[in-house]
Structures are given as structure tokens and as C-alpha cells.
């Protein structure tokens, strides 16, 4: 059958529901999944194993679980369906429940029109060729015939219980507001945070796939606006915000400023640093502040910059025994204390317990930290096929003149500053940032980056 190959993408599966993601299309990625584990011979034995499926509140979901599922069980494979949950619930499962892989059905931070599928195999993300791989099973036609099983679980108490024996129950009071946005994190973080002991109240905990009151990504700032009205107008310690399928954090202090980040992984950084003790690498993207490394150095870490991705941090991670990782999007991974995967709700629940530990709030944790000039993420449209070779290219010119990174993309250090250029690695676009000690010299190092990429032809 036909299928988009559009909708396969670096880390995920991802399209417009009724448009390139259909029921047919979903039916087919279970059947290529199952193949893929037959294949690869993921679980071992005469039946092929059961595999976790999750999704998130969105109203397609239903329709493609219902799809999916039918492609799995055709092809073999068993389902234990966790229902309504956010993405790093299905990420758990693969850790306490008896399954060979798992896949959330999530349109994450897109718009509502938008759904996909995030897959792991054992207790790993698939990504890059064995995304690819699942379109040419489809293609090929190869899909095995079986015939197997579903049941349910429920994993949302095991879940909470589980993170409240991690984290403990705050040893302090602390005043917080957290914004759900409506997203999958609603069914799980007022209950959530009542357990940990938390006082304060929640944003927009109804579940509503549809998000009426604003999207949930909290790296988008006029998506943070009520959360900032509320920490003001409550004299909150700290505002918390879930993206839509909750494995990404935001966070708001008690100014109502935006803590974006890169300086968030500097506070789970110190505190892991200071408890289980120094030389642990702290891996991080190549998107984030000269202030991250530099933190990380002087509380005794050592800092690796890595490619953006929450796939790529994650087996970096692994490669590197890294206890945390982070990146500017939000994605915050553990693996002291927790299983190596992004978990914003989990991630919210270890930040509030470094807060009430410490008796500071996020700004006088953060006050020594300073704040360079910086852009948010720029993006420019570029054609497709063009964008790698143009990123090739910069890395070559500006290697000619200054020291450089190359890890993803090209970031070039200027001494008072830096510049990044990178091909993003689900869009047609380049993404830059830039950041230095001065609004002067920000603007001369975008200045020439840009002036370069105009070179090219490319439109900034």
C-alpha cells in the first residue's frame, strides 16, 4: 500500500491526521514494526512478544490506536494498551512491564491537526535508519501474519507512586503553579504533585487534545503568558509548564521571568555534581548558552556538547554513563535515580525537591550564572535538498577563519561569543542562534554569519 514516506522522520513518525497520516497508513507502521522486531529478533521465542501502546489525549488518537493496533496483532504481535498517558509513561512501561518495545501514538508539541508515533525497541528510541527501515518494509510488502492479542493496563498510580519514592515528599513548603496546557500531562501531574505535598494550583489540567486556551510548547514565550500571570498574581516560587505529551519542561521564576533550558540542566547539573560527585560528563546541545559548559566545569563536571535530538542525547548518554543531559528545547534526561529517558513530570518533581532542599528558588539557584545577549532560535527556510550542503559549506569558510564545533552543524567561537548554523533534521530549514557578551557584539557576530549565508543565496 501507499504510504507518505514524508511522515517518517529522524525521531519519529509524525503527519496531518486524515491527510499523509491516515488509518491505513498507522495499520501499516504496526505491521512494519512487528516485522521489524521479527527481524531483528527483539524478545527471542515462538511468539513474538507484547508491546506497549500509549497515546496521548489528541482527538485522532483513538482512530489510529484502534488502526495500529489491528497492524500489530495481524502481524503477531501482542498489545498491553496503557491508554491516555503522557509519553514518558510509555517509556516507563518498557521498564516494568513484560514487553519487547513500545510505541506512544503523539503529535508531542504540534498543532492539534497534527499526530505520529514515537517507537522504542527493548528499552531504546528508535530513530534515523531504523525510522527508515519501517518505510521499506511497508514498501516491500514483507509483513509477517499472526495473529495476536490485547489487553489493558493501567500504569498512571504505579507511575506517581514511583516517582514519589524517588523524589520524597518535599521538605518544605513551596508555592508553585504548573500549566498542563490541556495536554497529556493533565492526567497525571495534579495527582502528581497532591502526593508530593506540593501547595499551590494547576493551569488547564481538563484534558482537551483540542488545547483551547493555548498550545502547549513551552519554548514558545506568549505560550507562557498565563503561567507568568499567575506566578505574579500568586506570589509563587516557581511556575511549571508540560509541552502537549508533557516529556518537555518550562519553567518560570519568580519574577515571571522564562528560565529556558540550558539553565535549568545547570541546576540538576550541580545538584547531581555535588551529591554523587565530580568528573561526571553532563551532556548537552549544541544550542545551548556558553553559560552551561562554563557552570558545568567549575562544579566539577565535565561538559560534552552533542547534537540536538532527544534520541541522540539519549544514546549519548548511554555511550557516556552520563547521570544527567539536557536540552534547550526542554528534554531533560536522568539516569541517576531514574531510567535515561526525557520526563518533564518526573523532571519537575526533582527540580521542586532540589528547591525545597536547598531553600532557594530557581533565580538565587541560578544568580551567579551570567546572562549573555543572546536570539532565540532562528529559523530559515531552505530547500530541502540544499541544507546540508550549505551547512557542509559554512563549516569549511568558517573553519578558514576561527575555531569551530562540529558535532551538529557548525558552531563558531568568536572569543566574546558564538554562532551556530544547523540543518534541522525533520524540516526544509537552517537553524541559527546567536549569543556574546554585548548587544554590539551579538549583532556583529550575526551579522557575519548572515552576511555568509546570504552569500549562498539563502534569505535571512
Not at 504505579?158 to 523524589?167: C, N, P, Q, T
Not at 494547576?202 to 483540542?210: M, N, R, V
Not at 530549514?429 to 551579538?442: D, F, T
Request: hydrophobic share 40%; net charge negative; aromatic share 6%.
Amino acid at each position: 500500500m501507499a504510504v507518505a514516506a514524508g511522515i517518517f522522520r529522524q525521531y519519529d513518525i509524525r503527519g496531518i491526521v486524515g491527510r499523509d497520516l491516515t488509518p491505513d497508513a498507522a495499520r501499516a507502521i504496526g505491521g512494519a514494526y512487528a516485522a521489524y522486531l521479527r527481524q531483528h529478533r527483539v524478545g527471542g521465542g515462538e511468539r513474538l512478544g507484547t508491546v506497549s501502546v500509549g497515546r496521548d489525549n489528541r482527538p485522532s488518537g483513538p482512530e489510529l490506536r484502534d488502526a495500529l493496533v489491528d497492524g500489530l496483532t495481524r502481524a503477531g504481535a501482542d498489545v498491553v494498551d496503557i491508554g491516555v498517558v503522557p509519553t514518558p509513561l510509555n517509556y516507563w512501561s518498557l521498564h516494568h512491564l513484560d514487553v519487547i518495545g513500545g510505541i506512544q501514538i503523539t503529535g508531542s508539541h504540534n498543532p492539534p491537526e497534527y499526530n505520529g508515533f514515537k517507537l522504542s525497541v527493548g528499552k531504546g528510541s528508535m530513530h534515523g535508519a531504523e525510522i527508515q527501515r519501517l518505510y521499506e518494509i511497508i514498501r516491500g510488502g514483507n509483513i509477517p501474519t499472526g495473529k495476536g492479542t490485547t489487553r489493558s493496563e493501567s500504569v498512571i498510580d504505579r507511575y506517581i507512586d514511583d516517582v514519589v519514592r524517588r523524589i520524597g515528599k518535599l521538605s518544605r513548603r513551596i508555592k508553585a503553579v504548573y500549566d498542563c496546557g490541556n495536554g497529556a500531562g493533565a492526567v497525571v501531574a495534579p495527582a502528581l504533585f497532591d502526593k508530593l505535598g506540593l501547595t499551590g494550583r494547576g493551569l488547564f489540567c481538563e484534558s482537551d487534545g483540542t488545547f483551547p486556551n493555548h498550545h502547549p510548547d513551552p519554548t514558545v514565550p506568549e505560550n507562557l503568558e498565563d503561567l507568568i500571570t499567575a506566578v505574579k498574581k500568586d506570589g509563587a516560587e516557581i511556575g511549571i509548564a508540560f509541552d502537549g505529551d508533557a516529556d518537555r519542561i518550562g519553567v518560570v521564576d519568580e519574577t515571571g521571568e522564562i528560565v529556558w533550558g540550558d539553565r535549568i540542566l545547570i541546576i540538576y547539573a550541580r545538584d547531581v555534581l555535588a551529591r554523587t560527585g565530580a568528573g561526571q560528563p553532563i551532556i548537552f546541545d549544541v544550542k545551548s548558552s556558553q553559560a552551561l559548559p562554563d557552570a558545568i566545569e567549575r562544579a566539577g563536571g565535565k561538559p560534552i556538547m552533542w547534537k540536538t535530538g532527544h534520541s541522540l542525547i539519549k544514546d549519548k548518554m548511554k555511550e557516556t554513563h552520563a547521570p544527567v543531559a539536557g536540552e534547550m528545547s526542554g528534554h531533560m534526561f536522568f539516569s541517576e535515580g531514574f531510567y535515561g529517558h526525557d520526563d518533564a513530570l518526573y523532571g519537575a518533581a526533582r527540580l521542586l525537591r532540589i528547591l525545597a532542599d536547598s531553600g532557594k528558588t530557581v533565580r538565587q539557584l541560578l544568580s551567579d550564572v551570567p546572562n549573555f545577549v543572546s536570539t532565540p532560535e532562528i529559523r530559515v527556510e531552505v530547500p530541502e535538498e540544499r541544507k546540508f550542503g550549505i551547512v557542509d559549506k559554512a563549516v569549511e569558510h568558517f573553519r578558514s577563519q576561527h575555531d569551530v564545533i562540529d558535532v551538529d552543524g557548525v558552531r563558531v567561537l568568536f572569543g566574546d561569543g558564538w554562532g551556530l548554523i544547523r540543518a534541522s533534521n525533520t524540516q526544509p530549514v537552517l537553524v541559527a542562534r546567536y549569543e556574546a557578551s554585548s548587544p554590539q557584539r551579538l549583532a556583529a557576530i550575526q551579522g557575519e554569519m548572515e552576511g555568509w549565508l546570504r552569500s549562498q543565496g539563502v534569505r535571512v
